[in-house]
């Protein structure tokens, strides 16, 4: 079977259009993961900054 250039370009584009998904999911990850690490971070400083001024 012999495959012809739109089919070609077809099969390309939809590779390229799977890969976009897969890194947009990536980012979607790492991006809520940074968030969550900042966020328990702020946490922390907060919980230990406020004990540390309380003086208890």
Known sequence: MQTTGSELMESEENGRKANWKKRLKQLGFIGF???????????AVLFFGAKFFSGN
Do not use: C, P, R
């Open 33 to 43: 993961m940074f968030f969550l690490i900042k966020g328990l971070i702020w946490l």
